[in-house]
């Protein structure tokens, strides 16, 4: 059975919280840029957090105060910690990785060039 790469997502009322986990073991790229980007069905992706390799963590204006992306290289993982969810934050959250630096990574439209997983969907209810 294929172990899900990112997970943690669900359903929550607004003002909620939930804390999105990624297995990063199997990136060939987890040490440099990664990040995570959220995408609705029809909608073009949006890139909502990534951290670079050297620690340096960057926010889309829109989850900026609530939202947290943390790295545990021991661990292999990649965390987002959501907080005061909002119903506009419904969507697919997928985990990514890249060779570039992060700074490229969003002027580029957060084309990641790694993404391995089916992503976890998160459901914000008003």
């Known amino acids: 059975q294929v172990q899900p790469v990112e997970s943690g997502g669900g359903s929550v009322q607004a003002g909620g919280s939930l804390r999105l986990s990624c297995d990063t073991s199997?990136?060939?790229?987890?040490?440099?840029?990664m990040g995570w980007f959220r995408q609705v069905s029809g909608k073009a992706r949006e890139g909502v957090a990534d951290?670079?390799?050297?620690?340096?963590?960057t926010y889309a204006d829109f989850v900026k105060g609530r939202f947290t992306i943390s790295k545990d290289t021991a661990k292999n993982r990649l965390d987002l910690q959501m907080n005061n969810l909002e119903p506009e934050d419904s969507a697919t959250y997928y985990c990514a990785a890249d060779p570039r630096a992060c700074t490229v990574v969003v002027l580029s439209g957060y084309t990641y060039l790694e993404v391995r997983g089916q992503g976890t969907l998160v459901t914000v209810s008003s």
């Open positions: 951290i670079d390799s050297d620690g340096t963590t």
């Open positions: 199997g990136y060939e790229y987890s040490s440099e840029c």
